[in-house]
């Protein structure tokens, strides 16, 4: 069961190949205010992001773009 005070969004992200660039990608997002959690995976691409509350996907993307990465999108 979903927690409904939190939101929880899967992106899409591309150039990610290691855990360095899952941290990269992690901490630049988890800086967003309202980020609780985030989870990179590089094999998948996916990056899962809890938050207090639904996101700008602006503010993600400028995020990932901040960290070298580009968001393709959700999944």
Same mark, same amino acid.
């Given at each position: 069961?979903?927690?409904?005070?939190?939101?929880?969004?899967?992106?899409?992200?591309?150039?990610m190949?290691?855990?360095?660039?899952?941290?990269?990608?992690?901490?630049?997002?988890?800086? +967003?205010?309202?980020?609780?959690?985030? /989870? =990179? !995976?590089?094999?998948? $691409?996916?990056?899962? *992001?809890?938050? &207090?509350?639904? +996101?700008?996907?602006?503010?993600?993307? /400028? =995020? !990932?773009?901040?960290? $070298?990465?580009?968001? *393709?999108?959700? &999944?």
């Amino acid at each position: 069961m979903t927690d409904p005070k939190n939101s929880t969004t899967v992106y899409k992200v591309s150039g990610m190949t290691c855990g360095h660039c899952e941290g990269a990608v992690s901490q630049e997002i988890s800086a +967003l205010e309202g980020v609780t959690a985030v /989870a =990179a !995976v590089a094999k998948t $691409g996916e990056v899962t *992001v809890t938050s &207090a509350a639904p +996101l700008d996907e602006e503010a993600v993307r /400028a =995020a !990932v773009d901040e960290a $070298g990465y580009e968001l *393709v999108g959700t &999944a």
